[in-house]
C-alpha cells in the first residue's frame, strides 16, 4: 500500500454532468499529479499541483480543473462530462520542489469513472 | 509527443524464464522509471534510472538506459507467476513532468 487514497472508488454519471474525484496524499509529500488511463493504454498526464498551485498542465481542455489544499489532499473536477472521459483516474503524490527532481511517484487505486 | 513506448505490447512466456520489455522515447530526459500495474488498479514503482547511469539492478529486475538511442530495457530474471501484469516506462522531463508508454502486457504460464 503506497498511503494514497482515493475516493470514490467507482461512479456513474451522465453525459453533460460535473464530477468531483478526491486525493488524499501520502504523508510528507507536497505534490500530486492526476492522470487520466482509458482502457489498454498508459497513463495521460492531466495536470500537477505544488503547494497548492498548479505546476504544469497536460494536453487536456479546461474543463478538467483541480485544486490542492493545506493539508496536500486534492480535487479533480470534470465539467460536460462526455463519453471519452469515461476511465480510470489516478492521483499520484511525491515530495518534490519546483526545481529538484521527483524521484518516484506513489499511486492511488484509482477512482473508475463510466460517463453514460 | 514525449510519451515513452514499450515494445512488445504483449509478451507471454513460461514461468521461470526471463522477459525483456523496451522503452524508446524521443526527447531528452531527467530520469525513467519503470512501473507495474495489476488489472487495472493502481501503478507500483518498480525502477528509476538517471539519465547520466547506464544500468541499475533491483532484486529480479534488470533496468539498462542508453541515451543515444533514446531506449531503455527492462528485464525480469527467472519470472513468476505474479509477475503478470502491465509494466509502463515513464519518461521524466522539467524534473516533475512523467510521461507514461501504453504498457507491455506480460503474461506468465505457470
Known amino acids: 500500500e503506497t498511503g494514497v487514497t482515493q475516493s470514490p472508488t467507482h461512479l456513474i454519471k451522465t453525459r453533460g454532468q460535473q464530477v468531483t474525484l478526491r486525493c488524499s496524499s501520502q504523508s510528507g509529500h507536497n505534490t500530486v499529479s492526476w492522470y487520466q488511463q482509458a482502457l489498454g493504454q498508459g497513463p495521460q498526464f492531466i495536470f500537477q499541483y505544488y503547494r497548492e498551485e498548479e505546476n504544469g498542465r497536460g494536453n487536456f481542455p479546461p474543463r478538467f480543473s483541480g485544486l490542492q489544499f493545506p493539508n496536500y489532499s486534492s480535487e479533480l473536477n470534470v465539467n460536460a462530462l462526455e463519453l471519452d472521459d469515461s476511465a480510470l483516474y489516478l492521483c499520484a503524490s511525491s515530495l518534490a520542489g519546483l526545481k529538484t527532481f521527483t524521484d518516484t511517484q506513489y499511486f492511488g487505486p484509482g477512482t473508475r469513472l463510466t460517463v453514460l | 509527443s514525449q510519451q515513452g513506448e514499450e515494445d512488445p505490447q504483449a509478451l507471454s512466456i513460461q514461468e521461470g524464464e526471463n522477459a525483456t520489455m523496451n522503452c524508446s522515447y524521443k526527447t531528452s530526459i531527467n530520469n525513467l522509471q519503470w512501473y507495474r500495474q495489476n488489472s487495472g488498479r493502481g501503478l507500483v514503482h518498480l525502477i528509476l534510472i538517471r539519465s547520466n547511469e547506464r544500468e541499475k539492478h533491483s532484486g529480479r529486475l534488470r533496468v539498462t538506459l542508453d541515451t543515444s538511442k533514446k531506449s531503455s530495457s527492462l528485464l525480469i530474471t527467472a519470472s513468476r507467476a505474479a509477475d503478470t501484469a502491465s509494466y509502463f516506462c515513464?519518461?521524466?522531463?522539467?524534473?516533475?513532468?512523467?510521461?507514461f508508454g501504453s504498457g507491455t502486457k506480460l503474461n506468465v504460464k505457470p
Open positions: 515513464a519518461t521524466v522531463y522539467n524534473f516533475n513532468k512523467f510521461y
